[in-house]
């Protein structure tokens, strides 16, 4: 199944999907949470770069 046909909105120009095989995946008990906040500061000093295959934030 081609990437494009399961998720649309993924299907840009520039998108570059990685296959991600979950039957070797494993699970290290090191890895702390990741807990997304709602609440933010918006970053006015800061430079969004775009190259067409990476987005970079430069605080």
């Not at 494009?4 to 998108?15: I, K, M, R, V």
């Not at 800061?46 to 190259?51: P, Q, R, S, Y």
């Not at 067409?52 to 430069?58: C, E, S």
């Amino acid at each position: 199944v081609e990437w494009g046909l399961l998720f649309p909105e993924a299907n840009g120009e520039y998108q570059s999907p990685i296959n991600l095989n979950s039957r070797e995946a494993r699970y290290d008990p090191r890895l702390l949470e990741v807990g997304l906040n709602p609440n933010y500061v918006v970053c006015r000093d800061c430079e969004v770069i775009n190259d067409g295959h990476t987005v970079r934030i430069m605080l």
